[in-house]
């Protein structure tokens, strides 16, 4: 049984990235997100905050409230991940500049595929493991897909139309099998999880990471509510894959499922603030 739950659980992984990242590349041209980012010093403000700022704020929340190596793993895993699919709907609830948003989440996926590989192994306690076993599922994941929504977008016109509606449903499906499998596989390990400082961690991570990137937004650029979501919605697909295809530790699993949950629970809120503030 629990072999088979492994197996929907790291299916349902693959599938949950590549469908959310082939939505992406159906959805935006290569012109329309380089467009958004002619501004030499909003890129430099999204990739300080999401690969410098956001990532060093994690081993601060690790160092202030203590968990064990395996937990402390999936948070770093979530914190260098960065670029994620569900951001496009949280600036859709803020009101935020979507063509930008796309821009950020685009720039931010491509050097996530090459920072993850480079940075985890190195930084993250006690996990021996290579750059490329974690290089090559993100290419196949995640960038791959992307490329070929986009090579597909630019060929076949409507292409984006018909597929959004089932690649949004298999998306949204993939998830659900995913936090099912990881309840029933990981029980034993959630309820450690939720009774530790694991979770309080995951709020105050998130919460810090937005703040973070909404004071870079609103230093001269006036585009706080954009980057400050795109700083704070972690890359969970990419974590997932990472921690299900390589690590394999339930610990590090369970934190990386509950801080897409419990993220998720900070920001929609936050998103809504910022739509009543216009």
Avoid: C, H
């Avoid at 090579?151 to 659900?176: D, H, K």
């Avoid at 999880?193 to 694991?198: N, P, Q, R, T």
């Avoid at 997932?240 to 897409?260: E, R």
């Amino acid at each position: 049984m629990s072999g088979t739950l492994e197996t929907i659980l790291n299916i349902s992984a693959l599938l949950f990235a590549f469908s959310s990242m082939l939505a992406i590349g159906l959805s935006y041209t290569v012109d329309q997100i380089l467009g958004r980012l002619r501004s030499p010093r909003l890129v430099i403000m999204g990739l300080v905050g999401n690969f410098v700022l956001v990532p060093s704020f994690a081993w601060v929340v690790i160092l202030l409230i203590p968990m064990n190596d395996a937990r402390a793993t999936g948070l770093f895993l979530v914190a260098t991940a960065a670029g994620a699919p569900f951001l496009i709907t949280l600036a859709r609830v803020a009101a935020a500049d979507l063509a930008l948003t796309s821009g950020l989440l685009i720039l931010s996926l491509v050097v996530t595929v090459v920072y993850m590989p480079l940075v985890v192994p190195l930084l993250v306690p006690g996990v021996d493991i290579s750059a490329l076993s974690i290089a090559l599922p993100l290419l196949f994941t995640m960038f791959l897909p992307l490329v070929i929504g986009f090579v597909l977008a630019g060929r076949v016109a409507g292409l984006n139309e018909r597929l959004q509606t089932p690649l949004g449903g298999i998306s949204t499906i993939s998830l659900l099998v995913l936090v099912v499998a990881t309840i029933l596989l990981y029980g034993g390990e959630i309820l450690g999880v939720l009774g530790s400082g694991a979770v309080l961690a995951v709020v105050i991570f998130t919460a810090g990471a937005f703040g973070i990137g909404y004071l870079l937004g609103t230093a001269g650029l006036g585009v706080g509510k954009e980057i400050g979501l795109a700083t704070a919605q972690r890359n969970i697909a990419a974590a997932t894959v990472v921690a299900t295809g390589v690590i394999g530790d339930p610990d590090t699993i369970v934190l990386v499922v509950l801080a897409s949950m419990f993220g998720l629970a900070v920001l929609f809120p936050i998103a809504r603030l910022l739509r009543d503030r216009e």
